[in-house]
């Protein structure tokens, strides 16, 4: 990992990680540990910092990653140049993986929402109506098995991109598009989870299987390759 300040645009390694203000410090470290599991170099960015880069510095990036946590938060520590000049960015070539909070801070919400999705706002998963706030759910995808995902509050995605997966409802839990020159990957699930996560819940198949799964996003949403849909 680098150190937490914007980089001159030569020295930046392919990730950057968001990891400021609303972002849960465990779901940060459970991507870390994906990406240094993978070798991938990365940039660890605060919300200041973060406030701070500028058109170029974004860009001289491949993959943002945006974790979850709470994306009113998230939006609220960020300015509104600076959700302009992440939306510029993805349209110029930086590709964009969220997952949960990050997934619908890419959309068009109130409070800095990045509006990658040309005016789409998400909901959340209809276990929330339900009273149910943490689950395992069988996530369902194109010519692969179907495997558990650790869901906590997440969204779904309706009305933009092509879906990659779904919920046992039949609702989009991933999905991805191109944003003009710039790839995005939103998941509405954790399959970065650890074990650790786990407890309470009714989980069938080993996390690990979930974890080699988020390896395949990231690589996919590094190299703006699109997966079956």
Not at 183 to 211: C, I, K
């Amino acid at each position: 990992m680098t150190a937490c300040a914007p980089p001159e645009v030569h020295d930046a390694p392919p990730v950057l990680l968001f990891s400021g203000t609303g972002t849960s410090p465990n779901d940060v470290t459970a991507v870390t540990t994906i990406l240094e599991d993978r070798r991938l170099k990365y940039s660890s960015v605060s919300s200041s910092d973060l406030n701070r880069m500028n058109g170029p510095q974004l860009r001289a990036y491949r993959l943002m990653i945006v974790p979850g946590g709470n994306y009113i938060t998230m939006g609220e520590g960020l300015t509104a140049t600076t959700a302009t000049n992440i939306r510029n960015a993805v349209q110029g070539g930086l590709n964009y993986l969220g997952i949960c909070a990050g997934g619908l801070l890419a959309g068009n919400g109130a409070h800095n929402g990045l509006n990658l999705t040309e005016g789409v706002r998400f909901g959340f998963y209809a276990l929330v109506n339900s009273g149910v706030h943490k689950a395992a759910v069988r996530i369902t995808g194109v010519g692969t098995p179907s495997i558990e995902h650790y869901w906590e509050d997440g969204p779904e995605y309706t009305g933009w991109g092509s879906v990659v997966a779904k919920y046992p409802d039949g609702t989009p839990a991933i999905v991805e598009g191109r944003v003009r020159k710039g790839w995005v990957l939103l998941v509405g699930t954790h399959p970065e989870a650890p074990e650790s996560w786990l407890r309470g819940t009714a989980f069938t198949t080993p996390p690990s299987a979930a974890n080699a799964y988020t390896g395949t996003l990231i690589d996919a949403a590094l190299n703006g390759a699109s997966l079956p849909h």
